[in-house]
């Protein structure tokens, strides 16, 4: 069952990465054409007879005749993937050479040339997660549109000029020399970081959606451990941060959209598989001489993982973790989540204190997070009107329908109780 | 109870790939829901898009069908109902329409014997 929800997203980017492959990258509108055949022949049959034994398959041979037909239609017009010189022009060689590129083991690297080739470093890196949300996960404009809470005609532009700058580059990127894939990995890896992360702390208010990009980015990510040259220590690292904060997903947003802090959520329901595979990952994560900040943040997600209550959490490892965090790569978030830690091991006074002293604690302003850690700690030291001010600040600057519904609730626990007029 | 045969027009073409995914399951649903009310008499068959048209007395060979999309039969069923009003009434849930295609409801005529 499972497999089969989003088959047709799935499938979507391995087709499109096979066929860009096969038409080339300035064809790319060819392509998208041929995959929407592709799914118009499946949905005509299927409709009827339901979805055959394995649908996969089925869509990927349907793209493969599709693709001849195009190829053998069009190749007089056009000119297809110059890597491929007249192979595809020949009757004789075209059938076997097509038969070839549509290899499980082919279309695997042509996944990952996509990929690649989206997370190109000359592009914004919002411009390269949504070519890769568009092209490789099959998400539409409007799709795209709605993981980043955008307008629709802002992200059409973006597409489009991503896509163009795509077309513009002739070939889709080179995964097979070992020093190309490196110099590029990191950049595909923040990518990959980004879209996961729009998915747990983002602003769409739909949980479905969020889950979502969650599993999509862990997909991709799997997909570059596969590789070889993908299989880093470091790639291992990002693989573990987001298993590890997986698992709390669905106990952090609920069905109804609700937010549930760390604090309130209901640990039981944590999944314990991807807690285990979490720390797998992060094992595998731990050879090499590098520290990147994707290994620190997976180890504060194992510490929080493995503490069965709040207050088992190990706080005094997360402030030094953080502060290695900042260290690597310092910033305002970081430094407060630091102070929450502290809040939590030295006392809600403590915390307080350095929140003040974050030096550019400016930048946080229109971070609703920043404005609720002060509320939490006012009213854990009693200053409950101090607290509310704080949380009608974060109100202000709310995301989302469940951000507010969670401000909301906690500025009506900051309201003194409301008091009895004495009844003579 | 009668017989009838539902002609379906047009098919949907653009759309998210979930969306299209979609739409497939409710087709397979809706399949589904007629199948277990005992209304398929039989389950038909999808056609293929392409074809040729042969024409008149000369029987011209023509590549076909050359219509819009919207108007190529993309397969047809058998149903069994009540009349026809219940034939209509039963076809209004069928997943094509939301994408703009038709359900052409046609009798199938009893020959007396």
């Not at chain 1, 980015?217 to 573990?240: C, D, I, K, Q, S």
């Not at chain 1, 709310?398 to 909301?408: D, G, Q, S």
């Not at chain 2, 539902?6 to 098919?11: K, Q």
């Not at chain 2, 209304?39 to 048209?53: A, D, N, Q, S």
Request: some cysteine; glycine content about 6%; overall charge neutral.
């Amino acid at each position: 069952m499972d497999e089969r929800e989003h088959l047709f997203r799935r499938e979507y980017g391995r087709m499109v990465a096979v066929l860009t492959r096969v038409f080339g990258v300035h064809n790319l509108p060819l392509v998208e054409d041929v995959v929407q055949e592709a799914f118009c022949r499946a949905v005509d049959v299927w409709r009827f007879r339901g979805m055959p034994e394995n649908p996969a398959a089925w869509l990927m041979t349907t793209a493969k005749h599709c693709a001849l037909d195009a190829l053998r239609r069009e190749r007089t017009a056009r000119v297809f993937a110059p890597e491929f010189g007249r192979l595809l022009q020949s009757e004789w060689t075209l059938a076997p050479t097509v038969e070839n590129l549509f290899g499980p083991a082919a279309i695997k690297d042509d996944l990952l040339r996509m990929m690649f080739s989206c997370c190109d470093p000359r592009l914004p890196r919002t411009s390269q997660v949504a070519l890769v949300l568009h092209i490789l996960c099959g998400f539409s404009v409007d799709e795209v549109a709605g993981a980043f809470v955008s307008g629709h005609e802002a992200i059409e532009k973006r597409i489009s000029r991503a896509k163009k700058a795509l077309a513009k580059s002739k070939t889709l990127f080179n995964v097979t020399v070992a020093a190309d894939f490196s110099a590029r990995v990191p950049a595909v890896r923040d990518a990959l970081y980004l879209l996961f992360n729009e998915g747990y702390h983002g602003a769409s208010p739909e949980a479905a959606v969020r889950t979502e990009l969650c599993r999509e980015a862990m997909r991709l990510t799997a997909l570059l451990l596969e590789h070889p040259f993908g299989a880093t220590p470091t790639t291992y690292a990002l693989a573990a941060l987001m298993s590890l904060n997986a698992a709390r997903l669905s106990t952090r947003i609920d069905a109804s959209g609700n937010l549930n802090t760390l604090f309130d959520q209901d640990r039981s329901r944590w999944d314990q598989q991807l807690i285990e595979e979490g720390l797998k990952l992060l094992e595998l994560s731990a050879s090499g001489v590098e520290l990147s900040s994707y290994h620190v943040e997976a180890a504060i997600a194992s510490i929080h993982a493995l503490a069965a209550r709040t207050e088992d959490t190990d706080w005094k490892s997360i402030v030094s973790l953080y502060e290695t965090l900042a260290a690597i790569a310092p910033s305002p978030i970081i430094a407060l989540n630091r102070a929450i830690a502290i809040g939590q091991s030295e006392g809600a006074q403590r915390g307080l204190d350095e929140i003040h002293a974050i030096r550019d604690r400016n930048r946080l302003s229109s971070y609703p997070f920043y404005w609720a850690a002060l509320g939490e700690l006012e009213l854990k030291c009693g200053r409950h009107q101090d607290a509310g001010q704080h949380f009608t600040a974060a109100l202000q600057s709310a995301r989302n329908p469940a951000e507010r519904r969670f401000l909301e609730e906690r500025v009506a626990v900051c309201r003194p109780p409301s008091t009895v007029s004495p009844g003579f | 109870m009668s017989e009838f045969t539902y002609l379906f027009r047009g098919r949907q073409t653009t759309g998210s790939p979930e969306e299209r995914q979609k739409h497939l399951e409710r087709w397979i649903a809706w399949f589904k829901d007629l199948n277990a009310q005992g209304y398929i008499k039989e389950p038909g068959h999808p056609l293929e898009g392409t074809g040729k048209v042969v024409d008149g007395k000369q029987k011209i060979v023509k590549d076909g069908p050359y219509a819009e999309a919207k108007d190529v039969v993309g397969g047809y069923i058998v149903v069994e109902a009540k009349d026809l009003a219940q034939a209509v009434e039963i076809s209004k849930g069928c997943p094509i329409l939301e994408v703009g295609g038709s359900v052409e409801v046609r009798p199938i005529q009893v020959l007396n014997t």
